[in-house]
């Protein structure tokens, strides 16, 4: 187990650094920050003394060596538009990504499982064939359409449901705000992790279906019902537990995945998270803020993906997490 | 009485291109104790014939009529749950093969105490002490550890002595074995045998051997069924049939065994191949590839006499 987790933490940190030589080598491509931060009416010689003070006259390695020395301390850099370090800028904003993905990720656990599942043993039913039918509209239909959508009858038609903000937030530990302990909080939070689950539930509902009927068609899931188990075992136990298999691998990235959906979803529902700010980061050409929004995303996807890893072994017999080898 | 009796079973696979006859009028009766071994090439309905029994036919087939007679039991239209408590309880089935048969995500202990949880009211560890005097019957060296591997930690022919052990653990009436060695090496192959032998013999259990290897009949079952394009068309004695085959089918088959050749020479073929289920020529099935067809086998198909102990579905049988 220690050295599976020694041997990942070195995969993830050669991943983060190539992540960081990426994120940080676009930076000098995406306009030039002076003109957000001073304006037009400052001279040329001054924008370059403070090109040179800021360091970006600097060589792109020197530049790079240097950003790296303080992201290892836990700085990525001063956001030009809040004047505060952008770490702090983004960790104010991840609580209120993080209530979406996790409430997306609600719907999509609560109804991909039974709904892939009833279409893997019952293909000809017609709640299957309405469900594919449903989940390769939902795969096509991009996320806005659906939150404006779901606004348009939700919020504007029928008033049930607010349509921006987060609404009423609780602080936990004196740091970490949620929204998913208050009513109103909660309320708010419907409509935009409903739209954010319909690209990716449709996915998981398709792929946990085409899963399971394979598995069901195998030698073993033959031999279980030859040997008498009640139907429930045979598709809970023996077929479930190996359509499990693929999906968390796949389902694990997916999630990954969806943080970067988020950027959608926040704009149109005005979600102050981290996709909401990053996109107004770029329309100022706030490039520290967009380093470290890319570091902090790569961060996210590496720890999702090793966790991923630790669940599969955990799944599968197949992948020795334990370094205990049974002698024959 | 016999234990179990198999009369003009009929399962068709319903396909786009039209209804398909994967075995017809196939009728057999099984005696308490009796080893019958089924025979013939691939896609000659074997397997089928067998699966119909227990009503697990892959979909979309089905039996389409017939009536198949357990225990005194009409099962050929029983529901469900009463399929379920006769599968893997009274008849048991081995697979063909070891390495795709047993979950790979469930230890053996949880495969082999379900399969008594699914039949009997029991403890889990009185379970686990049948699981445990069953891995002993198959000579299967310190059980217990076995109980707490997974079945990739475990060799092909050990993994087929588990599915053995998981046959017999509610002491069936009758196992069906479905090519219970074509997976395994030859030295595997004669160790598992003997072992079905000998444990068939001891519980007094029915054997329903499905092969394509006339040697494994001759070792194993009392009689043969020779199926041919979804029809038996020969049954009898094993020692009988194989010393003087009277459908030019079966003499073919045994004339093909190599031992039946001198060393160097050239082994003896049957010409030609098995029609295709779908377009089974009218006659004799088998009359394109006989040596002795006549006009009577193009037009007539030869009836299998059925209920004596030797029958033959032949125009023309041989004698001697």
Redesign the interface.
């Known amino acids: 187990m220690i050295a599976f987790l020694v041997r990942r933490l070195v995969q993830a940190a050669v991943v983060m650094l190539v992540i960081s030589v990426l994120s940080f080598s676009i930076q000098n491509h995406l306009g030039d920050p002076l003109r957000e931060l001073v304006g037009q009416s400052v001279s040329e010689e001054i924008r370059d003394a403070l090109r040179t003070e800021m360091g970006l006259n600097d060589p792109f390695l020197v530049q790079y060596w240097r950003f790296l020395g303080n992201a290892v301390k836990g700085d990525l850099g001063t956001s030009y538009f809040f004047k505060r370090p952008a770490l702090e800028v983004i960790m104010d904003k991840l609580p209120a990504t993080i209530d979406l993905v996790m409430g997306a990720t609600f719907w999509i656990l609560v109804f991909s499982i039974p709904v892939g599942a009833f279409a893997a043993i019952n293909p000809k039913h017609w709640f299957s064939r309405l469900s594919m039918g449903f989940s390769i509209v939902g795969i096509s239909i991009p996320v806005f359409l659906t939150a404006i959508f779901l606004i348009y009858v939700f919020a504007v038609e029928l008033g049930w449901l607010p349509s921006y903000g987060r609404g009423d937030t609780v602080t936990l530990f004196g740091v970490w705000t949620t929204s998913l302990l208050t009513g109103d909080g909660l309320r708010h939070l419907l409509l935009p992790s409903i739209s954010l689950a319909s690209v990716i539930l449709p996915l998981f509902v398709r792929m946990i279906r085409s899963e399971m009927m394979e598995v069901l068609e195998t030698e073993y899931v033959k031999f279980a019902w030859a040997k008498g188990l009640p139907r429930q075992r045979v598709w809970m136990v023996h077929a479930f537990k190996n359509t499990l298999l693929p999906v968390v691998t796949v389902g694990g990235v997916q999630i990954g995945i969806m943080v970067a959906y988020t950027i959608l979803t926040e704009t149109v529902f005005q979600w102050p998270g981290m996709g909401f700010m990053f996109l107004e980061a770029i329309n100022r050409v706030d490039t520290p803020l967009i380093v470290a929004y890319l570091i902090v995303v790569g961060l996210i996807f590496v720890i999702t993906n090793t966790v991923v890893d630790i669940v599969y072994g955990l799944v599968n017999p197949m992948v020795k997490l334990v370094g205990k080898h049974d002698e024959q | 009485m016999a234990l179990l009796s198999i009369r003009n079973l009929e399962v068709v696979f319903p396909l786009r291109t039209g209804t398909i006859p994967a075995i017809q009028d196939v009728s057999y009766d099984l005696e308490e104790g009796e080893r019958i071994g089924i025979v013939g090439e691939s896609g000659a309905g074997k397997s089928v014939s067998a699966f119909a029994i ?1 009503n ?1 036919v ?1 979909q979309p087939g089905y039996l389409s009529s017939g009536s198949i007679v357990f225990e005194g039991q009409e099962i050929s239209n029983a529901d ?1 749950e009463t399929m ?6 009274k008849i ?2 081995i ?3 070891p390495m ?8 053996i202990s949880t495969q082999m105490e ?2 008594l949880l ?2 009997t009211r029991m403890t889990r560890e009185a379970a686990r002490s049948i699981a445990i005097e069953k891995l002993r019957a198959v000579q299967i060296p310190s059980p217990e ?1 076995r109980l707490e ?2 079945p ?2 475990l060799s092909g022919g050990m993994r087929q002595r588990i ?1 053995i052990a ?1 046959s017999l653990l509610t002491d069936p009436r009758i196992i069906i074995a479905d090519e219970p060695t074509t997976a395994l090496d030859v030295t595997i192959q004669a160790e598992i045998l003997e072992l079905l032998l000998a444990l068939c013999n001891d519980y007094r259990m029915g054997l329903i051997l499905i092969t394509h290897d006339l040697g494994v009949v001759s070792q194993i079952s009392q009689r043969i069924l020779v199926m041919y394009a979804g029809r038996i068309i020969e049954q009898g004695n094993t020692r009988e049939v194989i010393a003087s085959p009277a459908h030019p089918y079966t003499r073919g088959l045994v004339g093909a065994l190599p031992e039946m050749t001198r060393p160097g020479r050239r082994l003896n073929q049957i010409p030609g191949t098995m029609p295709s289920l779908q377009s089974i020529p009218t006659g004799c099935p088998f009359h394109d590839r006989c040596s002795h067809v006549t006009d009577l086998c193009r037009s007539h198909r030869p009836d299998l006499v059925s209920g004596s102990r030797r029958a033959v579905a032949c125009h023309h049988p041989l004698t001697g």
Do not use: C, W
């Open positions: 227990l697990l892959s469900d379920r408590r006769i599968r893997g309880n048991s089935m697979f063909q093969d795709m048969t047993l979950n790979p995500v469930l230890t379900e399969t699914a039949h550890k591997q997974y990739h930690e599915v998981i």
